[in-house]
């Protein structure tokens, strides 16, 4: 036994009370359709029952990848096909990755979301970690 319910208790509160916060702020927000990308070659993106599946939902996006599994490999095609409004590139790992999501890039200027300039990138991947920012 670790003898730690109190700290547990106390993050739970803690944690609960942030994601009332986030969704009283959120509240009257048209949900945007969104692609939370993990890997831009090859294209992975976020599937339903996944972390950042929820993460979205919880940020009152919806999330544009409906099956597939929790991580599925898309082809451009598919980005274009699935018409998000935004494109999240959460592929850190990867060198280059926002430079190839680029509006004069082959397949991915035909995405809307990176037309319109709205494809965001994500530089820290603890954003997406389950757990509590700034503990390592």
Do not use: M
């Amino acid at each position: 036994e670790l003898d730690r319910a109190d700290a547990a208790e106390v993050a739970v509160t803690s944690i609960a009370t942030q994601l009332a916060t986030l969704d009283r702020a959120l509240s009257g927000v048209v949900a945007k359709k969104v692609l939370l990308l993990f890997g831009v070659s090859p294209v992975v993106a976020s599937g339903p029952g996944s972390f950042g599946a929820e993460v979205l939902a919880r940020a009152h996006g919806t999330n544009v990848v409906q099956d597939g599994g929790t991580y599925p490999v898309l082809d451009l095609e598919a980005v274009v096909r699935l018409d998000p409004d935004v494109i999240v590139d959460a592929a850190v790992a990867e060198e280059h990755g926002a430079q190839r999501i680029a509006k004069d890039a082959p397949g991915w200027r035909d995405a809307r979301a990176v037309k319109e300039g709205r494809v965001l990138s994500i530089a820290d991947e603890r954003v997406l970690r389950p757990g509590q920012i700034g503990r390592a």
